[in-house]
């Protein structure tokens, strides 16, 4: 059977790029950390994965759809654009796009969705296929199944949840987990919840009535008031987070799998940085 691995590339890109010393400079002077931890973490992740195939997919610099829902949705984050290059993950994409085609790794960058959106459509395609997604983005538990299972990296501490380990940790199936997350909200995300719950008392909520539409339309059922009165208030506002929240299983996907056939390479982060002419 096919294994596919989909990296969510920003999002391991932020992730290295902040969490390496940055003070790590290639042959030419410049600043490399993003770049040494990208591709250190994935080779390390393709050695556990053992993956047939490998797509990276990256955020493009596009007008965010959902941003047209809520004005507010990823608003908390910093422009980018404004700050010195050396404090922009971006700095580094170039060098690690030529990584990845160093190692023959398919890339792709959105231009009309967000990456999430992509791999979605890519886990819910390939129903055959042993699908392993690569991301600390809580958003794609939604995805996971028999078939899927999303990898969290973090070196020795990695976490690959299957659907029996995310029920265990949330007391929810992964299916429902747009609706629990439209009741907490997403403080990444800047998306706003509903005041008075938590995540015990989403799961409650959510484990009762089963869907965040269900327990709208029975609110009047919930026993705490402050509670009931909290749901029955920011009605409306849930439910434009679960719109936010819920990823798109719609978005085209830029390749065949036959596209993403992944042989292996065997080779050394100082081999790649070498081969990119970084070290």
Do not use: H, W
């Given at each position: 059977m096919a294994k596919l691995l989909l990296i969510d590339g920003s999002n391991l890109l932020f992730q290295m790029f902040f969490g390496m010393p940055a003070r790590i400079f290639g042959a030419d002077g410049r600043a490399i950390q993003g770049v040494m931890g990208f591709v250190g973490a994935l080779l390390k992740i393709i050695r556990m994965v053992g993956p047939t195939h490998v797509l990276a997919v990256f955020d493009g610099e596009i007008e965010n759809t959902r941003a047209d829902l809520d004005?507010?949705?990823?608003?908390n984050r910093p422009d980018l654009r404004t700050v010195p290059e050396e404090e922009n993950p971006y700095s580094q994409l170039g060098d690690i796009y030529r990584a990845l085609d160093y190692l023959q790794i398919k890339r792709f960058e959105t231009t009309d969705c967000e990456a999430d959106d992509v791999i979605a459509s890519y886990a819910l395609t390939f129903n055959d296929t042993e699908t392993v997604i690569s991301s600390f983005d809580s958003d794609l538990f939604q995805l996971l199944s028999e078939h899927v299972?999303?990898?969290?990296?973090?070196?020795?501490?990695?976490?690959?949840?299957?659907?029996?380990?995310?029920?265990?940790?949330?007391?929810?199936?992964?299916?429902?987990?747009?609706?629990?997350?439209?009741?907490?909200?997403?403080?990444?995300?800047?998306?706003?919840?509903?005041?008075?719950?938590?995540?015990?008392?989403?799961?409650?909520?959510?484990?009762?009535?089963?869907?965040?539409?269900?327990?709208?339309?029975?609110?009047?059922?919930i026993e705490k008031p402050s509670v009931r009165r909290s749901i029955t208030e920011n009605a409306e506002r849930l439910r434009l987070n679960y719109r936010l929240i819920k990823l798109d299983s719609t978005a085209k996907l830029p390749f065949a799998l036959k596209d993403l056939r992944f042989e292996g390479s065997g080779f050394t982060t100082t081999e790649v940085l070498r081969g990119i002419r970084l070290k």
């Open positions: 004005k507010a949705y990823k608003a299972s999303v990898l969290r990296y973090r070196g020795k501490n990695t976490v690959i949840y299957t659907p029996a380990q995310f029920c265990e940790k949330f007391g929810i199936s992964p299916m429902q987990y747009a609706d629990f997350k439209s009741l907490t909200g997403d403080t990444a995300d800047n998306v706003k919840g509903a005041e008075k719950v938590g995540k015990k008392t989403a799961s409650q909520l959510i484990r009762k009535f089963g869907t965040l539409e269900a327990v709208l339309q029975n609110a009047e059922q």
